[in-house]
């Protein structure tokens, strides 16, 4: 598809996002949906990193999904196989997935598949575990093994039965439209959408013909997970985010991803080329007993959110966040995402904020409008211990590295002959 400008190829991808409607269709182990995920395979967010490089609570979430597939009988074992270079690592954005924090992803996780039925498009994430010792963020017990198999075991099939029930599967704007109102902004707070999918499933799950105290297990399980809705907005992002890639066309930015070493993302036309810079460390509140010295560099798919024009880029929307995030109040919110408009080119009539006097989320960050006001994108995000095991020691902000968006605007001038 030629356009005579970059403006109308930007607004023309604009225009694609606009009419996505992403529908949560079934959960799947990622080995049924993935060919590339086979024995010894892991998926991990971010741009692509081998396994040296990785940051301390990357590798232990490698340990963990290790010990919950039974490659290796204990955490020695484990780190024998990773550091002897016997397990193979793909970026899930580049096989149509998005992960959480470390995004480690094996074969036998479920993970949501997410539909975008207007262009056609598909993505899948696995679920979130809640909170406290979770593999996400790097630890590796006992306790997390067990939730795992539990989740793939019970948790799984249970959402996948419930959803087969709903014809065509449950629609996703409709439920982030219901949620964006009641002050989620779908990164660091999803209490509401979560709320509202509980709402959907819940009768389903009670008249499904299984075992009573599985039902009783799985509907806790999502009564207490105020994050669980992350997961469903990351997977939706994505499928969204490319199918605006299809346009091929244009400076806008199509995903952002961190893996504790670089910060990558990736623009309309320029296809699936990485432009990566060191990441930053996350700036927020710490829970007690940790500062910022024990903080781990920023990493995670769930930016994807933020390409998205929600998250960090809407804070106005959930002002009951922002003190947890360390961005002060109300007013400190609103300056955010007055500031977060102006690197977008529109915004999204489909998640109307009322405390920003009613104006849809901001849409479409436009790489050269990053470079030419040198503002950068917030980005929401939990922050994980440096130390692989300890865990989620707090949560913040996370600006994105400039050089990501100027070799971005570099590359495509090029491949336009400038």
């Given at each position: 598809?030629?356009?005579?400008?970059?403006?109308?190829?930007?607004?023309?991808?604009?225009?694609?996002?606009?009419?996505?409607?992403?529908?949560?269709?079934?959960?799947?182990?990622?080995?049924?949906?993935?060919?590339?995920?086979?024995?010894?395979?892991?998926?991990?967010?971010?741009?692509?990193?081998?396994?040296?490089?990785?940051?301390?609570?990357?590798?232990?979430?490698?340990?963990?999904?290790?010990?919950?597939?039974?490659?290796?009988?204990?955490?020695?074992?484990?780190?024998?196989?990773?550091?002897?270079?016997?397990?193979?690592?793909?970026?899930?954005h580049d096989v149509n997935a998005v992960g959480p924090m470390g995004g480690i992803?094996?074969?036998?996780?479920?993970?949501?598949?997410?539909?975008?039925?207007?262009?056609?498009?598909?993505?899948?994430?696995?679920?979130?575990?809640?909170?406290?010792?979770?593999?996400?963020?790097?630890?590796?017990?006992?306790?997390?093994?067990?939730?795992?198999?539990?989740?793939?075991?019970?948790?799984?099939p249970t959402l996948s039965l419930a959803l087969q029930e709903i014809e065509g599967?449950?629609?996703?704007?409709?439920?982030?439209?219901?949620?964006?109102?009641?002050?989620?902004?779908?990164?660091?707070?999803?209490?509401?959408?979560?709320?509202?999918?509980?709402?959907?499933?819940?009768?389903?799950?009670?008249?499904?013909?299984?075992?009573?105290?599985?039902?009783?297990?799985?509907?806790?399980?999502?009564?207490?997970?105020?994050?669980?809705?992350?997961?469903?907005?990351?997977?939706?992002?994505?499928?969204?985010?490319?199918?605006?890639?299809?346009?091929?066309?244009?400076?806008?930015?199509?995903?952002?991803?961190?893996?504790?070493?670089?910060?990558?993302?990736?623009?309309?036309?320029?296809?699936?080329?990485?432009?990566?810079?060191?990441?930053?460390?996350?700036?927020?509140?710490?829970?007690?007993?940790?500062?910022?010295?024990?903080?781990?560099?920023?990493?995670?798919?769930?930016?994807?959110?933020?390409?998205?024009?929600?998250?960090?880029?809407?804070?106005?929307?959930?002002?009951?966040?922002?003190?947890?995030?360390?961005?002060?109040?109300?007013?400190?919110?609103?300056?955010?995402?007055?500031?977060?408009?102006?690197?977008?080119?529109?915004?999204?009539?489909?998640?109307?904020?009322?405390?920003?006097?009613?104006?849809?989320?901001?849409?479409?960050?436009?790489?050269?409008?990053?470079?030419?006001?040198?503002?950068?994108?917030?980005?929401?995000?939990?922050?994980?211990?440096?130390?692989?095991?300890?865990?989620?020691?707090?949560?913040?902000?996370?600006?994105?590295?400039?050089?990501?968006?100027?070799?971005?605007?570099?590359?495509?001038?090029?491949?336009?002959?400038?």
């Amino acid at each position: 598809m030629k356009f005579e400008t970059i403006d109308s190829a930007n607004i023309a991808v604009v225009d694609r996002i606009k009419k996505t409607m992403p529908i949560l269709k079934d959960v799947r182990y990622a080995k049924d949906l993935i060919p590339e995920m086979k024995d010894h395979v892991l998926l991990h967010a971010g741009p692509p990193i081998k396994y040296e490089n990785m940051s301390a609570p990357m590798q232990g979430s490698c340990v963990g999904a290790i010990l919950f597939e039974g490659w290796a009988d204990d955490e020695a074992a484990a780190f024998k196989m990773l550091e002897d270079g016997e397990i193979t690592f793909i970026p899930c954005h580049d096989v149509n997935a998005v992960g959480p924090m470390g995004g480690i992803t094996s074969p036998n996780m479920p993970m949501l598949v997410v539909e975008e039925t207007t262009f056609g498009t598909v993505a899948y994430c696995q679920m979130n575990e809640g909170i406290g010792a979770v593999l996400r963020f790097g630890a590796y017990s006992q306790e997390v093994v067990d939730r795992l198999t539990w989740m793939s075991e019970k948790l799984g099939p249970t959402l996948s039965l419930a959803l087969q029930e709903i014809e065509g599967g449950l629609s996703i704007n409709p439920m982030m439209a219901k949620s964006i109102a009641m002050g989620d902004e779908f990164h660091q707070r999803n209490i509401a959408a979560s709320l509202v999918f509980l709402k959907e499933v819940a009768p389903i799950i009670t008249s499904l013909d299984i075992d009573a105290n599985d039902k009783n297990d799985v509907m806790q399980f999502l009564a207490d997970t105020d994050q669980f809705f992350l997961n469903i907005a990351m997977a939706a992002s994505k499928a969204v985010m490319d199918s605006a890639r299809q346009i091929e066309s244009g400076t806008i930015v199509t995903a952002m991803a961190r893996n504790g070493e670089n910060f990558g993302i990736k623009i309309a036309g320029m296809g699936d080329e990485w432009f990566t810079a060191p990441v930053n460390t996350p700036q927020g509140l710490y829970f007690t007993g940790y500062s910022g010295d024990d903080a781990n560099p920023d990493m995670g798919d769930s930016a994807i959110t933020e390409t998205y024009g929600v998250g960090g880029m809407s804070m106005i929307a959930a002002p009951a966040v922002t003190r947890f995030v360390g961005t002060g109040g109300f007013d400190d919110a609103l300056r955010i995402s007055n500031t977060m408009q102006e690197i977008c080119i529109d915004n999204n009539p489909n998640f109307i904020i009322p405390t920003w006097d009613f104006k849809g989320t901001p849409l479409g960050i436009d790489a050269r409008r990053v470079v030419e006001t040198g503002i950068v994108p917030i980005i929401n995000t939990g922050i994980a211990h440096k130390i692989a095991g300890m865990g989620q020691i707090g949560a913040g902000t996370v600006e994105a590295p400039l050089a990501c968006f100027e070799k971005a605007i570099l590359a495509y001038a090029k491949k336009l002959g400038h």
